[in-house]
């Protein structure tokens, strides 16, 4: 192990030890919260282009397992960590970090004060941030000069569409990038389900007569997306049971006619605590989001709002007054994170079995 730099677009530089692949990396840098399930994190698609801060001061003891997979091939561009573990204690040992993030190409750096870093980044906001082996004023000319990519959602949701099948509800996943703790969830639940691109029009999802319609996770900005998902959006919801998941949540607002805003510091982790609002119920649910439907611009005569995070009061659910649809900025499906959120999927399969009241 050598040497490595991160270096920030405002011109800060943070030393450590390299790790996994030696690749040069430019990407959008953020940090989580969480204190576990650091593999499903990485191999989340929202992190597409992406350097991943962790504030956990240990990650990499629990190795790589087969069944902690958010998607098949990582698109994560970095891994920042205090201290990675050398030696997988997980009984399944079939990789450790190391090794798995040097296989897809993703540079990882240990020994750095990430507890400073994060203290940087809440203050400075979102960034650009590149992992190098030299911070000399080529790295930074280079940082500065890089322009990510807006066609985010393009190069991770699925191009054509696959089954994951079951015997139960048939249920269609329109894939903007989404994590498989969502397919995981609808198996638990017996579901039929077909995964199609986020390109198909409206008659083609109404062809395999749904019983239900998820719009699913992704990473960017929905606004980048063609207007032609927002019409899906707005015919679908009309016509079958429909669940907006993080990315799937900003686009099922927009499409309703609110707007969205660039949340201060970005929610990233596990333990966010959000307010169910009919209830007054806390629940801690794991998030990762940039963007927040903008209160202020909520019509209500249309949505109601569900759903609010405790920290920063920002919307974290939405359901339509006059439709069985409705969205969620948090992520569902525990993977990783702990179980409470994982009522809204059988909320959905509420809607679907009193559907023909609608």
């Not at 400075?124 to 000069?145: C, E, M, R, W, Y």
């Not at 966010?272 to 963007?291: D, F, M, R, S, W």
């Amino acid at each position: 192990m050598s040497n490595r730099y991160l270096i920030l677009a405002d011109g800060s530089t943070y030393e450590g030890i390299g790790f996994g692949s030696e690749a040069t990396t430019f990407g959008h840098i953020v940090f989580n919260t969480a204190m576990t399930g650091y593999q499903e994190i990485i191999t989340n698609q929202i992190y597409h282009n992406q350097i991943i801060v962790f504030s956990a001061p240990t990650i990499g003891a629990g190795g790589i397992n087969h069944d902690a997979y958010e998607s098949i091939f990582p698109t994560a561009k970095g891994v920042i960590v205090r201290d990675v573990a050398e030696v997988s204690t997980n009984r399944l040992k079939r990789m450790n970090l190391d090794k798995f993030l040097t296989r897809h190409n993703i540079p990882g750096i240990t020994g750095i004060d990430t507890r400073a870093l994060i203290r940087h980044l809440r203050e400075t906001g979102p960034q650009k941030a590149s992992i190098v082996d030299f911070p000399d004023d080529h790295a930074f000319d280079q940082l500065n000069a890089t322009v990510l990519t807006t066609r985010q959602v393009d190069a991770v949701a699925t191009p054509r569409a696959y089954p994951n099948p079951g015997t139960g509800s048939t249920v269609v996943v329109i894939d903007f990038g989404l994590k498989h703790g969502i397919l995981r969830q609808l198996s638990l639940r017996n579901a039929d389900v077909t995964v199609l691109p986020y390109t198909v029009d409206t008659e083609t999802v109404l062809s395999l007569d749904p019983d239900a319609v998820i719009f699913s996770t992704g990473p960017g900005d929905p606004r980048d997306l063609p207007n032609s998902v927002f019409e899906l959006m707005r015919q679908l919801q009309e016509r079958v049971p429909l669940l907006g998941i993080g990315l799937g949540h900003e686009i099922f607002g927009l499409a309703n006619g609110a707007s969205l805003v660039k949340l201060p510091f970005e929610h990233h982790g596990t333990n966010h605590p959000v307010k169910e609002v009919i209830t007054n119920a806390l629940l801690y649910v794991p998030q990762g989001a940039g963007y927040a439907v903008d209160p202020t611009s909520i019509d209500h005569a249309k949505l109601i709002t569900t759903h609010i995070d405790i920290i920063d009061n920002s919307v974290q659910g939405l359901r339509h007054r006059d439709y069985p649809a409705f969205s969620v900025a948090f992520f569902p499906d525990s993977a990783p994170g702990p179980l409470e959120g994982t009522t809204v999927i059988d909320e959905l399969f509420e809607m679907i079995e009193t559907k023909d009241r609608f």
